[in-house]
């Protein structure tokens, strides 16, 4: 994957960015896509927009679909991170996973109050806020993951 990944750091791009931060740049993207795709199906297909009824608990579709998806692209964004972006291989990978796993502990909680607030206050379909709560969350994790989980 990396070496694909390499093939399109190509001359413009150099310019601006280093190895490094493309190769993160393409798995976040890609973990992204992901993300969204999955998302979508769960949403649409296996959950049908439905409200799920848990006792006195009632979990909307959109939050339902994000806590289906999220051990996907959580093991795909470590493993990408960890063997492809950053090769940081000093540092176990087992202190690595614990430091991604707080880290993403912020991503959910910026996620679930982004989705809350797009779809029942903003009152924006559901996809669509999944795209821009994923935006924001792309933007934190870039930083978290420079500056802590992946510091070298």
């Not at 969204?36 to 927009?49: D, P, R, S």
């Amino acid at each position: 994957i990396g070496e694909a990944i390499d093939l399109c750091y190509i001359r413009p791009v150099r310019a601006f960015i280093s190895p490094t931060m493309f190769r993160y740049a393409a798995c976040g993207g890609g973990n992204m896509v992901l993300d969204v795709v999955w998302y979508f199906v769960i949403y649409h297909y296996l959950i049908a927009e439905r409200f799920i009824y848990l006792g006195q608990v009632v979990i909307s579709p959109h939050v339902s679909s994000l806590i289906v998806v999220f051990p996907i692209t959580f093991f795909t964004g470590f493993w990408l991170n960890r063997n492809v972006a950053f090769k940081v291989t000093h540092i176990s990978s087992l202190s690595q996973l614990a430091k991604y796993a707080l880290t993403v502990v912020g991503s959910i909680l910026l996620n679930y109050a982004c989705m809350k607030l797009l779809v029942e206050s903003c009152e924006i379909w559901a996809t669509p806020s999944k795209i821009i709560t994923t935006i924001i969350c792309a933007v934190y994790s870039f930083l978290v993951g420079r500056y802590f989980t992946f510091k070298g």
